[in-house]
C-alpha cells in the first residue's frame, strides 16, 4: 500500500481542520467567561450590595454565601436588624441559588433606599444596616454557560464600617 501526495493533502487538510476546531472550541469558552463582581452604594439615601456580571458571557449563581466569622448564611437579609413599621426594605434576595445575570447586568442582593432622609428612624436603622453589613464577607459560587464551575470571587463589607458614606444617590436603576 503506497502513499500519494494527494492522501498526504488530505490527511494535512483533516490534522489542520481538527486543530482549528479546537482552537476556535478553546476561545469560545474563554470568549464568553462571565466575572463576578460585588459592587455596593453606600448613600445618605441608599445602602445596597450588588451582584455584576463584568464579562461577556451569562453567570449562573450555583452558591451564594454571607460569612461572619465560622457563621455561613445564604443570603444577606438573615443578618438584618429587623426593620421598624415605617421602613422596608425596596429589594432583596432570600435564595440566589439559579439565578441567572446576563452580561453587564447585576442582581440587587439587598437594597435599603428612601426618599426623605431626614426621617431619625430611617436614619438609625440604616446605620444599624451598615454595622451588620459591615461585619460580612460575601463569597459568590458561579458558572458559566458551559456549565464550568469558575473561581469564587470574595469581597468584605467592611467598606460599610468607614466614617463617611457619600452624599445622595440620584437614580439607583
Given amino acids: 500500500m503506497s502513499f500519494s501526495l ?3 493533502a488530505g490527511f494535512s487538510g483533516l490534522l489542520l481542520a481538527v486543530y ?22 453606600d448613600y445618605e439615601d441608599c445602602v445596597a450590595v450588588r ?23 445564604h443570603n444577606l437579609i438573615d443578618w438584618m436588624p429587623p426593620h421598624p413599621q415605617s421602613i422596608s426594605w425596596e429589594t432583596y434576595y432570600e435564595e440566589l441559588k439559579g439565578v441567572t445575570i446576563l452580561p453587564n447586568e447585576e442582581a440587587k442582593v439587598l437594597v435599603l433606599k428612601v426618599d426623605e432622609v431626614e426621617n431619625s428612624e430611617y436614619v438609625q436603622f440604616r446605620d444599624k444596616v451598615r454595622a ?15 456549565g464550568r464551575r469558575m473561581p469564587k ?7 460599610f464600617g468607614r466614617d463617611k458614606p457619600k452624599q445622595r444617590i440620584r437614580n439607583l436603576n
Wanted: glycine share 2%; proline share 3%.
Fill in 6 to 8: 494527494a492522501d498526504l
Fill in 20 to 41: 482549528t476546531a479546537y482552537l476556535q472550541r478553546k476561545h469560545n469558552f474563554k470568549s464568553l467567561m462571565p466575572i463576578a463582581q460585588i459592587r455596593f452604594y
Fill in 51 to 73: 451582584i455584576v456580571n463584568a464579562g461577556l458571557g451569562p453567570m449562573t449563581i450555583e452558591n451564594f454565601n454571607a460569612v461572619n466569622e465560622n457563621v455561613i448564611k
Fill in 132 to 146: 451588620s453589613l459591615s461585619m460580612l464577607e460575601a463569597e459568590v459560587i458561579y458558572r458559566d454557560v458551559y
Fill in 153 to 159: 470571587y470574595t469581597r468584605s463589607l467592611n467598606w
